[in-house]
């Protein structure tokens, strides 16, 4: 019976000791403006964070998973017109990225693997489809000028 009260004790001792350690954080430029805000669990960042220029428009915003990039990602200009936009995993760019003009217009998506060209850039000019190229550990090796051409050598599942 001791044995069971000892022990119990002990877990409410030690659960009590070690708390979660989750904290809002907020850093500041010298200017006093916001530089960053997000959560951190025992000092590392997690959960969603958002980042901001000098001038206090918003930078970047998305998920961190112990203290790396996760999930969907947006970055934007000192100006707020959207660069770029896509996935992360264990910190690397993955997947679909959509990259913007200086007017916030889609200027390419491009597929990635850890950062690098892997898989199709479609090029846009003035939101339409103008061109779309293949690429192989960041080496262009195929592009296309007319969605016809394209279609030709590829089959629509291969832009998944």
């Not at 999930?71 to 959509?98: C, M, P, T």
Request: hydrophobic share 30%.
């Amino acid at each position: 019976m001791f044995r069971r009260i000892y022990i119990l004790l002990a877990f409410v001792l030690l659960s009590a000791t070690v708390p979660e350690d989750n904290t809002y954080e907020k850093s500041y430029y010298e200017n006093g403006k916001l530089k960053s805000e997000g959560w951190l669990r025992f000092n590392v960042k997690t959960g969603y964070w958002k980042f901001y220029h000098e001038n206090g428009r918003l930078s970047s915003q998305g998920h961190y998973e112990y203290g790396k990039k996760e999930k969907y990602w947006y970055f934007y200009s000192k100006h707020s017109v959207r660069e770029q936009e896509g996935h992360f995993a264990d910190g690397e760019k993955i997947n679909w990225w959509l990259f913007y003009d200086k007017q916030g217009r889609i200027n390419h998506k491009c597929q990635l693997n850890k950062g690098v060209k892997n898989g199709f850039c479609l090029k846009y000019i003035d939101n339409e489809l103008t061109s779309a190229e293949k690429y192989k550990n960041g080496k262009k090796i195929k592009e296309w000028s007319s969605f016809g051409a394209f279609r030709k050598d590829n089959s629509m599942s291969d832009l998944k």
